[in-house]
């Protein structure tokens, strides 16, 4: 809260902003970099975050007829690869808060031939506008560190899961070995601002997208967020030395 105005704050990236304004910010960041997100993806992760997302969809048990919520889905990424598996019987809706993030999604996925079983929602991952027990399967990938009230966002994740579902968190989180973190923290705040300048003419976004993860809960407390929520047999997993990992939990 800030104390001379008595204002509910909340960070974005390393500032403390009032919590009706994340959600401007934020979108203004993904309005930005919608046409370059997958070129931000790539200097973020090396190009790594391919093969976390194939990893990620590949552990997730999804079957053929299963009903999936991808939210903050992006350009498509993991739809498109969840679509795979759920086949003619299963569908997928890909959600997003922001407009021309979800027109990337749904124009990629589109001229790829995908169509049938796919759904698209302009939508608020803290208030999902989708009746109670909807899906087998709900999940997001990069996207819950964007979000202004995430222990909302999971409740709500839970909510819409049927019983025996399952919600799968990606996301960036606390690389785990002491010696590396200073290497990342070079390439976060000193070579990926400068990438996204040369790249995207964009450093901001850059930067912001840098600090989010840091301010982001580590990967116990955000374990702990999901029991609060409601979640059983929580449970996470570290990829490539915790830059990112898979956070898991079913409702039982």
């Not at 800030?2 to 959600?23: A, I």
């Not at 990629?108 to 899906?135: H, I, K, M």
Request: glycine share 10%; proline share 3%.
């Amino acid at each position: 809260m800030d104390e001379k105005s008595g204002e509910q704050t909340t960070h974005f990236g390393f500032r403390d902003v009032p919590v009706g304004e994340k959600k401007k910010l934020v979108g203004q960041v993904f309005s930005s970099v919608a046409r370059q997100y997958d070129l931000m993806n790539d200097l973020m992760s090396l190009g790594i975050h391919r093969v976390w997302k194939r990893y990620f969809v590949g552990t997730s048990g999804v079957k053929r007829g299963d009903r999936v919520l991808d939210l903050a889905g992006g350009t498509g990424d993991i739809a498109a690869l969840l679509h795979e598996r759920v086949g003619d019987t299963g569908s997928v809706v890909l959600g997003d808060i922001n407009a021309e993030m979800l027109g990337v999604g749904r124009d990629r996925l589109t001229d790829r031939g995908l169509v049938r079983g796919l759904e698209y929602v302009q939508l608020n991952a803290e208030a999902l506008p989708f009746p109670d027990a909807s899906f087998d399967l709900v999940t997001i990938a990069f996207g819950l560190r964007n979000v202004t009230e995430k222990a909302n966002a999971l409740k709500e994740m839970h909510r819409v899961l049927k019983v025996g579902g399952r919600a799968l968190v990606l996301e960036f989180s606390q690389v785990k070995p002491e010696w590396f973190r200073p290497v990342y923290d070079f390439h976060s705040f000193q070579v990926l601002p400068r990438l996204g300048k040369l790249f995207a003419n964009d450093a901001h976004s850059y930067q912001y997208l840098a600090e989010s993860i840091r301010k982001h809960p580590p990967q116990d407390e955000l374990k702990a967020m999901m029991e609060a929520a409601g979640f059983g047999r929580c449970d996470y997993r570290n990829l490539s030395a915790g830059i990112c990992a898979i956070h898991s939990g079913y409702k039982i």
